[in-house]
Structure formats: C-alpha cells, structure tokens
C-alpha cells in the first residue's frame, strides 16, 4: 500500500516567522509534489521533485522554497510566513510504470499565519 | 496551457439517486485524465484514471466515467449514491511525459448526500 505521511498535521505561525511543512514516503517514488488547496482554486502546484537533489517550481511557487534531501523526504519551507499563506498543504508522490501513472497523497496540513 | 473546469461546485443529491459530476479539459494533445476524491479533512485518493484506449473507464465503489474527444469532456458517474459518497471529487489532467508528468486540476465538486 503506497504512503505518504505529513507532518505536523496542523501548524498555526505568526507572520515574518519560517515554517518548514515535512512530508515522507515509502513508495520509493522518484516523483514528490507540494499543493496548496484553496477554496475556489483547487489543487495548485508550487513545487516538485524528480528525485534526491532536486527540485522545480511548479505554477505558484513565490514565497516558497522546497528541499529533497533523499529519495523518501521532501520539505515545503516558508521562511517569511503570511496570511495569505494560509491553506492546507498536500504533499504527493508519483511514479510511471508504462502507461500506468497516478499521484498518492498524504492527508494535508493545515497551516494557519496570524 | 492545459486547464479543467467543473462548472458545478455543488451538487445535491438523494441517497439512492445516480449522480453525474461534469469535467471540461482545455489541452492539446493526447489528454491523461483523472478522477479523484476528497473525504472530510483527508488527502485525496484515485478513484479512476483514463489512458488513451475505451472511452468508458470503470473506478472504485461503483464509478464510471467517460471520455469524449469532442466535447473536451470527462464527466464521471455512478447509478446509485450512498451517503458515504459524501465528499469533494476532483478532475485532473496531465500530459503524458511532461515534466515532472504535473496535475493541473479542476476547482472540485462538492457532493452532499441527503437521506
């Protein structure tokens, strides 16, 4: 069964303060992606991965910075938080075999910046 | 640039009844298109994935969905709602070997179950 954890699960930040949002996974996937969700947007990229050493900005990366130290970890890290900073992170792993592809999800952290 | 739309960001529906949440797809080329769902404060998990080849896909508990060229459409059904249907479902596009193979997804459709 494929895994992705989060963690923390919630965070509440004051704004100008960093924030480092972990996400781990099991899968061995080469692939790791960081969302946002938002009332009215969906699902939107701001960063991903193809592995260890690397990392891409995805459609909404300002204000973010990513880091993917190994194969299992990948980190979403805002180092001066804002309010509109505010949504739940999803972080995901992906791996194509052929034609089958498909991203697993961890369940979210929601990230509150007062 | 690819992009989705589901025009409907609410749907309503008796237990019971057949549902049909609707996906519109902007993209050039061959679409990879997915169907996925969102249970109260949980991650999103696949409910069913199409590749090019039969248009009719079938998923996990009981859905369906049907890819159609010219309408640009993905829309996903099931006969008959149960109330642990009850949950937010998304529609996603990618372009097979892009980059990173990103998801660009729909604003998701929120399906509430009444008894």
């Known amino acids: 069964e494929a895994a992705v954890t989060q963690s923390p699960r919630n965070k509440v930040a004051v704004t100008g303060g960093k924030v480092t949002l972990s996400c781990n996974q099991t899968?061995?996937?080469?692939?790791m992606y960081w969302y946002r969700q938002d009332t009215g947007h969906g699902l939107r990229l701001i960063h991903y991965s193809y592995g260890a050493g690397s990392t891409e900005k995805g459609d909404i990366p300002d204000g973010y910075k990513a880091s993917r130290p190994s194969q299992e970890n990948f980190s979403l890290i805002l180092e001066l938080a804002t309010p509109s900073q505010t949504s739940v992170y999803f972080c995901?792993?992906?791996?194509?075999?052929?034609?089958?592809?498909?991203?697993?999800f961890g369940p979210g952290t929601r990230l509150t910046v007062l | 640039a690819q992009s989705v739309t589901q025009p409907d960001a609410r749907v309503t529906v008796s237990e019971g009844a057949s549902l049909q949440l609707r996906c519109k797809y902007s993209y050039f080329g061959t679409p990879y298109l997915f169907w996925y769902v969102q249970y109260p404060r949980q991650g999103l998990q696949l409910l069913l994935k199409?590749?090019?080849?039969?248009?009719v896909v079938q998923g996990v508990n009981g859905f369906e969905a049907e890819f159609s060229k010219s309408n640009s459409s993905f829309h996903l059904r099931k006969a008959s709602v149960h109330w642990s249907d009850w949950a937010v479902y998304f529609c996603?596009?990618?372009?097979?070997?892009?980059?990173?193979?990103?998801?660009?997804f729909g604003i998701g459709t929120r399906v509430l179950v009444r008894p």
């Open positions: 996603a596009v990618s372009m097979w070997g892009s980059a990173g193979n990103k998801l660009t």
């Open positions: 995901a792993s992906g791996e194509r075999w052929g034609s089958s592809y498909e991203q697993y």
């Open positions: 899968n061995n996937h080469n692939n």
């Open positions: 199409y590749y090019p080849g039969d248009p």
